[in-house]
């Protein structure tokens, strides 16, 4: 598998081309880049545009774009209308976050990448059948905004009651949408184990985010790291089972008292595959 990072190691900084060098000449393949306005601003037109010169000079490969998950600069700590929810029951504020997915999918016409990363409502929200036909008309109009732009949007399986591996094969059964997956390993952790979610998951899954936890939070652990407790090399046995299907993709915490981010995660890259 291709070795992949997620910009969400540094997403409490701007994101910068220099930061994005080191990832290319570490020989990591491909990057997630996260949409957080404190990191890439999806509607800062001159950001976009410095990262559309960037990569048109350089052999790494933006795989994917995390859709945005709030609207302010500090993780949505600055009221709960900044947290972006396509599951909204009330058309307008769906309209509205809609609307603001479909600017994150608009980087797509300046720096192409492949797959949008979006998550099915938030954290512990849970399930309804208004719920999922909410979903279904926000997806509906997004997929084909995305596809006009060679995007494809995956659902991530996230902690609450919509997203989990089985919920996420119920909706695509249920509205037909047929949509692909990111594994996460560390939410499926917390859920209902790494290899019962992987197994649900696996034909669908086109991307990863693999990190560590201790089985109750989210905590984005480097693997095999203190406090962590996922079985990474049943976990890479799984992921192995189908070559070629998506990338080795981590997606690390921000630890700030580490210097050489790109070098850790390298040293993560040589164990995990040594295993």
């Known amino acids: 598998m291709d070795r992949a990072l997620s910009s ?23 990057v997630e880049i996260f949409c957080a306005k404190q990191h890439l601003d999806w509607r800062n037109a ?12 350089s052999q790494l490969k933006l795989h994917s774009l995390h859709s945005p998950m709030y609207t302010d600069e500090y993780w949505g700590r600055s009221g709960p209308d900044t947290h972006i929810n396509i599951t909204e029951h009330k058309k307008a504020d769906r309209i509205k976050w809609v609307d603001e997915i479909k600017r994150a999918i608009e980087v797509a016409e300046v720096v ?12 512990d929200q849970e399930f309804s059948e208004r719920t999922v036909d909410a979903a279904f008309s926000s997806l509906d109009e997004l997929g084909v905004f995305a596809r006009q ?3 494809e949007i995956l659902l991530e399986n996230i902690r609450n009651d919509l997203a989990s591996a089985q919920r996420l094969h119920q909706f695509n059964e249920m509205t037909h949408l047929n949509m692909n997956y990111v594994f996460d390993a ?15 998951m696996a034909p669908r899954i086109r991307s990863l985010h693999l990190h560590d936890n201790d089985g109750e939070k989210d905590l984005h652990l480097y693997p095999q790291a203190a406090g962590g407790t996922i079985d990474w090399k049943r976990t890479m046995e799984l992921l192995r089972s189908r070559p070629g299907q998506y990338p ?5 915490r921000e630890v700030a008292e580490m210097e ?4 850790e995660v390298v040293k993560v890259f040589n164990s995990l595959e040594a295993l």
């Open 8 to 30: 969400h190691v540094i997403v409490n900084h701007r994101l910068t081309t220099s930061w994005l060098g080191k990832v290319e000449r570490a020989g990591i393949a491909a």
């Open 46 to 57: 001159s950001q976009v545009a410095d990262l559309g010169h960037w990569f048109r000079d």
């Open 112 to 123: 192409p990448f492949r797959y949008l990363i979006q998550h099915l409502g938030v954290n």
């Open 149 to 151: 732009r060679g995007v």
């Open 186 to 200: 560390g939410h499926a952790h917390i859920m209902g184990g790494v290899e019962k979610e992987f197994e649900i």
């Open 248 to 252: 080795l993709m981590l997606e690390l």
């Open 260 to 263: 050489n981010p790109v070098d």
